[in-house]
């Protein structure tokens, strides 16, 4: 007889995972990159997203305390009108859980997006922290709670389940809770001590900070993150007593002219992926125009998309909405050190600045300095796209949307930078100064060999501007005798110019506080050809009148006019008149008609170079 083949089935015993002990949690929060400044954000964020949620504008305390001049307590209090809310549920319904997930976390309007924040702030911060708060529950009960967590003692319980609960939890009378929470008879107050040893100095320098220091620092910063919420009177934040005030909105200060913006409407799927970008923006007119941005072209495509075809498309489902604002503070008076943000792009939901970051390729051009970007949105969805993690810092993503965004940013840039140069032509060619008011330095000198100038030029303004090419001299009509403006004949048979009727001014561009001249020396051609008058500077009638030729057209003129028997006083007296109108000295050394045309070559030369270096005739 056969054995029937039996099959046991062992049923195994399924081991408990249970979850992560709050040592390692705790130790995981201290190695994040973390800062002061990010922590206490976190903590105040709590109260503005409850203030947004509920319609409700509160105030926010923050005080530290010292001994032996260091840093030993913070204490952040608020008058949130319920405290915190359904603080005896139990599990993941109670506030001060880890895990804790309330219907505020799944609204756009509130800033809390993962629940962890305010927590992890706590542990980052302190060793010992404690919480005073008018709680009231979902029933419309209420009690005056006091909860104190040892997160030393915490971190060294046996079980995990166990390491999470607080170390004490009791309740209080109304006068305690006020003895300790003087600002409202609602609210909360979070006291945070033994701190850790990192919360003393300066997240960026590292400096040791004194209380003075540390109110300027805590006051500033908070500032640059809740600025527009201060403004719009969200919340109102004190330091160690002082009112936090909200920095200036530099993009509502720039001019119309120097600035643009335009309003993205972007498509998520079900995935939360952007797939589909349209755009509403400035022309540099200020009109509206359209756009859809193409990804074969890396750009925006206006033609054939009008305000009907952004209109159904924002009909859709799943789309999102921000605004990218651009503007240069270039030739403003906000064209200052302070207000400088060198093309970085700000990020700001809802009111609350994330920082900013330089998005678009870096280049070595001064004047992008003065570019200033911003990316403004409400819905907290669009955080993850955008690259905004959990520490609320910026790491852009590669995604539709962001592509979209640095288009954008790529050709404004452009704009900006060209706007730039455009200001500072047209503030040179604004200004005209007369080269009379102008007094020579006793260091701008040119000393003449037997053959030659030097070329050094002592004080040069430092100008930019393209050379325009000089006119050349043509043949015209002998006359017998010609005079520059210090009135000294020159008794010549000369060959000359046709002169413009009227003066030509040459400008270059200002890069320093110098001003800048179009610098002329008037050359007189007379009518009167009888070469036993002497000829006068001042005309007798207005057709007489000298035309001007600028100093670059009058130096080869010379060189052409001038003959060997030319008398040579009332030619250094020439050269001279032509040297100082351009700021040269001359001092003459064997001075003969053998070195006359080097001489004039040279003093040729030299304003050349000095138009080059100026963009000065």
């Not at 949130?80 to 219907?103: A, C, Q, T, W, Y």
């Not at 992890?120 to 919480?131: D, G, Q």
Request: hydrophobic content about 30%; glycine content about 4%.
């Amino acid at each position: 007889m056969s054995a029937a083949a039996t099959t046991t089935a062992t049923k195994l015993h399924k081991p408990r995972i249970g979850c992560q002990h709050f040592k390692s949690v705790r130790k995981q929060i201290h190695a994040e990159n973390n800062t002061t400044i990010s922590a206490l954000c976190d903590i105040i964020d709590n109260v503005v997203g409850i203030a947004n949620v509920n319609g409700e504008s509160y105030t926010c305390n923050l005080t530290t305390k010292y001994a032996d001049g260091l840093l030993y307590s913070i204490r952040i209090e608020d008058n949130v009108s319920h405290g915190f809310k359904d603080i005896r549920k139990e599990g993941m319904d109670n506030p001060l859980n880890m895990g804790h997930i309330r219907i505020g976390h799944e609204d756009d309007r509130e800033s809390s997006e993962f629940g962890t924040g305010m927590k992890k702030a706590m542990i980052y911060l302190s060793n010992h922290a404690e919480i005073y708060t008018h709680s009231f529950n979902d029933q419309n009960g209420e009690e005056y709670v006091k909860i104190g967590f040892d997160f030393p003692e915490m971190s060294d319980r046996a079980t995990p389940e166990e390491s999470y609960e607080a170390s004490r939890f009791e309740t209080i009378d109304a006068d305690t809770f006020r003895t300790e929470h003087p600002l409202s008879e609602y609210g909360s107050i979070l006291v945070l001590s033994s701190l850790r040893s990192q919360v003393c100095f300066h997240d960026a320098t590292g400096e040791l900070l004194t209380k003075e220091k540390h109110t300027q620092y805590l006051a500033e910063e908070i500032s640059k993150k809740y600025s527009s919420l201060i403004q719009r009177n969200i919340i109102t934040i004190h330091v160690n007593g002082e009112v936090v005030a909200p920095q200036i909105d530099l993009y509502a200060l720039i001019p119309d002219d120097q600035k643009t913006s335009a309003t993205l409407y972007v498509q998520l799927n079900e995935r939360n992926e952007p797939v589909d970008v349209y755009a509403r923006m400035l022309t540099k007119t200020r009109l509206t125009t359209y756009g859809h941005y193409d990804t074969a072209k890396g750009k925006f495509v206006k033609e054939g998309v009008h305000e009907h075809d952004v209109a159904s498309f924002c009909k859709k489902q799943g789309i999102k909405e921000l605004v990218i604002e651009s503007g240069s503070v270039k030739r403003t008076p906000y064209d200052k050190d302070e207000y400088l943000h060198f093309n970085h792009t700000e990020f700001v939901r809802d009111g609350r600045s994330f920082g900013s970051i330089l998005l678009t390729p870096k280049r070595n051009a001064g004047d992008q300095n003065h570019i200033y970007n911003r990316i403004r949105y409400d819905s907290k969805v669009l955080n993850a796209i955008l690259g905004i993690d959990s520490k609320k810092t910026i790491a852009p993503k590669h995604n539709l949307l962001m592509a979209a965004i640095l288009s954008f940013l790529l050709d404004t840039r452009t704009r900006w930078v060209k706007l730039a140069n455009d200001l500072a032509i047209k503030r040179n060619v604004s200004k005209e100064v007369d080269s009379s008011e102008r007094e020579l330095s006793d260091t701008e000198s040119v000393s003449s060999s037997s053959s030659s100038f030097s070329s050094e030029v002592s004080v040069i303004p430092r100008m930019r501007s393209k050379i325009p090419v000089p006119i050349n001299p043509v043949d015209a009509p002998s006359y017998e005798k010609a005079v520059l403006p210090n009135s000294t004949p020159i008794p010549t048979s000369i060959k000359s110019i046709d002169t413009p009727s009227s003066t030509t001014n040459y400008t270059g561009k200002e890069d320093t506080d110098y001003k800048e001249d179009t610098v002329e020396v008037p050359l007189v051609i007379p009518n009167n050809t009888d070469s036993s008058v002497p000829i006068v500077s001042q005309p007798d009638s207005d057709h007489n009148e000298p035309s001007h030729v600028p100093i670059n057209d009058q130096l080869p003129l010379i060189s052409t006019i001038l003959e060997p028997q030319h008398d040579m006083d009332n030619l250094k007296a020439c050269l001279t008149q032509i040297a100082h109108n351009i700021h040269l000295n001359i001092t003459f050394h064997d001075f003969n008609i053998h070195t006359l045309h080097p001489m004039i070559e040279d003093l040729y030369q030299i304003s050349q170079k000095l138009h080059t270096m100026t963009g000065v005739y």
